[in-house]
């Protein structure tokens, strides 16, 4: 009867992808997901909008314990993202996690609650899941205003 709300944030902690699941359904099922849609513009190195294409890849991805499974740490390494992921108690542990990337996780957290301010979004009124997912994607261009 619960739902997980999945995301995908850029930098600065705006949301770009946001996807719905059932509440059991594991974070690692939907990291392609997550990783094929949205872009990033191209930024120079003093900040300034880039020339090109946006990005579609990252250059890393920062994510919690729940994407700690060898097959996304493959996804991510054959695509070219280096993972900053914590490894799990029962894993072994990998020497070059960067503790100073992971800090910027809370941008994530931090745009959850951003969305959840949003009365409609943090109670879940929605009986369904597309509903509710259009309710949190009108809170997330509210945020990107």
Sequence with gaps: MST???LRT???GRPLVLLVTPGQRHEVTQLERLLEGGVVKRTGRDGRPGRGRPRRRPVKLVGD???SF???RRLLRRRGIRAVIPTKSDQ???SSFDRTAYRGRNR???SVGRLKQFRRVATRYDKRAI???AWVTLAAAI???
Aim: proline letters at 4%; a positive charge.
């Design 4 to 6: 997980k709300l999945h």
């Design 10 to 12: 850029d930098g600065a």
């Design 65 to 67: 314990k729940g994407y």
């Design 70 to 72: 060898p097959s996304a």
């Design 92 to 94: 072994r542990r990998r």
């Design 108 to 110: 994530v957290e931090r």
């Design 131 to 133: 509903n509710y997912l």
């Design 143 to 145: 945020v990107w205003l």
